[in-house]
């Protein structure tokens, strides 16, 4: 008798396991699929607000100098004095590795003129 109580405990045990794991998966997956959604509008939020900002009155330079460029920086600033890489970022988000490599090379001062003619 003690033996099929045992039994019949591990049973119902095993069960209430097996549903609680299905649970925590299915919990899982949606977390999972939120937490891509979340992401995927933020990368759309910020694609959107760069295409805005030149125009914006926080932009310090002249709307009509800046040309999008999209990667690896957002764009470059034609001023009469100088030329800007233009980067924008939003919320929290940081420089990519390519981005950081642009930074650092304009700020060597590693920025060349080239012209090629075709004849």
């Known amino acids: 008798m003690f033996e099929l ?4 405990v591990i049973i119902v045990l095993v069960i209430t396991l097996v549903i609680i794991l299905k649970f925590f998966f299915s919990m899982k997956a949606d977390y999972d699929s939120l937490r891509f959604s979340k992401q995927s509008q933020s990368v759309k939020y910020g694609q959107l ?3 805005w900002l030149p125009f914006s009155k926080n932009f310090p330079f002249n709307s009509q100098n800046f ?3 999209g990667k690896p920086v957002d764009g470059v600033c034609f ?3 100088k030329i800007v ?3 924008f970022k939003t919320n929290k988000s940081q ?3 390519s981005q950081k490599k642009v930074k650092e090379l304009a700020k060597n001062k590693k920025v060349e003129w080239f012209e090629l003619r075709v004849e």
């Open 95 to 97: 420089l990519s590795e």
């Open 49 to 51: 607000t760069e295409q």
């Open 67 to 69: 040309r999008f460029i």
């Open 79 to 81: 001023e009469d004095d």
């Open 85 to 87: 890489f233009v980067e």
């Open 5 to 8: 109580i045992f039994i019949a």
